[in-house]
């Protein structure tokens, strides 16, 4: 998904570059909407926290909650293109908020320290990545066919061991998924920045629903990754 439009003949790829101001609005936009996304998902997840029954029914529909926000996902990222920007804002706000209940839940399992620790790291490599995305001089685009077969290797190492339950494997899928999604992150930000989102969609509007999506993922990813290092989980909810 962060690969859409990755054979399109992008300002990257003809050697074009936005002004300083322009870029700086694609980012600004991106970056607010992916904000608001992530105020959504923490304001819903808090809800859950705090409300023993919506920690019920969120532990009771964690799979159709997962596929729901598969289909929302693929569904924005293949469709955006054929519907209103303000539609896919609608959607990706949706899948925000439905997201906070999966967050509520999982974060229930953890101590407050994880979570706050895995927070502020999270924080701290994503904040540099995509400094770096936006300032660095060096072009990334040769490495999105990489991070894409990493992705895809990530995933079938994570379903391989759903059947394996071990415990160095899951260590090192936490670690190879903190670079990867921190490589994510850089990278996204420069498509961003350097307009091959918005030549693609040949939106503005679209293109910062879009970035913030894929800016969103890969935060969120990040986070699930450091907790996944902290620990701690397996000790029941915490009180």
Known sequence: MNNFGFGYQTPERLGVRPSTRLSASFLSQAFGWMFVGLLLTAGVAFLVQTSPHLMDLAAGLAMPIALV???????????????PATVALGVFFVYAAINGLFFGLITSFYPGSSVVGAFVSSSVMFGVAALYGATTGRSLLSFGGLL??????????????????????????????????????????????????????????????????????????????????????GGGRRG
Do not use: H, P, W
């Open 69 to 83: 926000e598969l289909a929302l996902v693929f569904g924005l990222s293949f469709g955006i293109t054929r519907i």
């Open 148 to 233: 894409t077969m990493a992705l895809v290797g990530l995933i079938v190492a994570m379903v391989v061991n759903i059947f394996l339950n071990s415990s160095g494997l899951n260590f090192l899928i936490s670690i190879v998924g903190v670079l990867l999604f921190t490589g994510l992150t850089a990278y996204s930000t420069q498509r961003i920045a350097r307009g091959d989102m918005a030549a693609a969609l040949g939106s503005m509007e679209k293109a910062a629903v879009y970035g913030a999506l894929m800016l969103y993922l890969d935060f969120v990813n990040i986070f699930l990754m450091m907790l996944r290092l902290f620990g701690g989980a």
